[in-house]
């Protein structure tokens, strides 16, 4: 992730929560802790992303074959 | 000699090389450029002139004997290790060395005279976190220049140096060239030096030239891949033009300024332009992210970011914490998105030479809040960003961002030009016919702070 959220569109109050929730449970599982300042950019950041992640997600992929050991200077065989 | 120092990176390495220029006075020059310039853009970070002057000493009469260049705070150099830009390490710290990069200026008789700002661990399109402080725009220092290769960026649009290696991972030569008005070669992947780079299993990140035309990217991107980049007269190029959000959802003096260019380009190469596309473009923005910054950020295991101390940005320590939450489906479907677009665009290359669509959405946005206006609505620039430059880092093919008009801000606005791996040579005949076609408007324009006078 690059943005830096300053804005960010429309979320409701209680899914700001709920990421904030996820956020500090799923931090202290991994033995991380979050301030304040840091939950609140982690959930602008998720306002942003969550719905392209999400799409990329639902998106319907299975079709497409993998390049195992692509090499991405050339195009691929 | 400031009058050399304000000429091309061609003009002086043809200048050295004639014998119409003494090298010790240009880097002498270009030193007290730095000096006198840098505080107000804080492009270059480090400099050391015994040993500027020690690589002049033992300079090989290659093609930039005796040139001055900056290189991008993210390589090492044999007397200092890189930063990144952070105030801490997010893996094992560094060792000074000689990079890939490094070793190509080197063996080309090019001078090194800094090291340059870069966004805090590359992590950003728009340079305005750096543990050094954010660089300026040379076009309005209150403006981001881009990131994450910023200092390059700016130094050369002050005219701090004619020439910098940047490096390129989700965009970050390209950002800065169109922000500051310059062309930025993102090469084909793997076809510049990038030994000694922090991740060194990377599949998307590529060392480039960042200079002020297409004809001086030549000049150190033939130094950069290890063989001389040759020029054509591009005749008859089908150009492909993507519709949808990469050009619609843009400012509207950037959208005009850059069908324009198109339509010049389109008219000088006597070439056709048609409406392409290809399949996964509307997952690019989060793929690019999410396969740049796996790679990237493999060593930003939990105990390191917690180790993260408050020297380390705020959106640095938060948005390292949101990636650990990150679902690994995503992952996965990115790696699958990559496949996809790599394989139509493999077969859009059979029917197109070209792709263009503007390099950036909306001019430099400011330090203070680097938000762009879209039509769409507002987004900060890091978010926008990756969805107009992502696509040439996810399939490996060369992208080029070239300035084609100034906003009624006076800020640049850049387009940007994707060919078929390997042919990076026709990006800048491209964008050399292009320059040609405008008469040079554009690259030699300077910002204020560089103008003569």
Redesign the interface.
Known sequence: ???????G?GAKAGEADAVGR??RA??EL?????DE??????EA??R??RP??E???E?E?DG????PG???????A | MTELLDGTLTEQAAAVAGGDADPSALLDAALARIEERNPSVNAIVDTFPERSRQMLAEAPRGPLYGVPVAIKDEWPLPWRAERLGAAEYLGPAPRPGESGPYRALHDAGAVIVGVANMHEYGAGSTGHISAFGPARNPWNTDRCPGGSSSGPGAAVAARLVSGAVGADGIGSIRYPAAYCGLTGLKPTFGRSAMQGHHVPSTTTIVSGPMCRDAADCRLLGGVLFGSELTASEPRGLRIGVVPGELWDDCDPEVNAACRQAVEILREASESTVAEVDFAGREHVLISSILVGSTEELAVATPKRVAGLGDDVSLIARALLRYRLLIPAATIAKSVRVRSLVRRSLAELFERVDVLAWPTVAAPAPPLENPTVNLPSGAYPADYANPRQAGLANLAGVPAISLPVGLSSEGLPIGLQLLAPWGRDELLLDAAEALERANGRQWVDAAPPLARPG
């Open positions: 992730m690059t943005a830096a959220p300053e804005q569109g996820f956020a799923g931090l991994l033995g991380l802790e979050a300042a840091e939950i609140a950019v982690i950041a998720d942003l992303y392209v992640i799409r990329l997600l998106a992929l497409v074959d993998p390049e692509a090499d991405m200077s050339r195009p691929p």
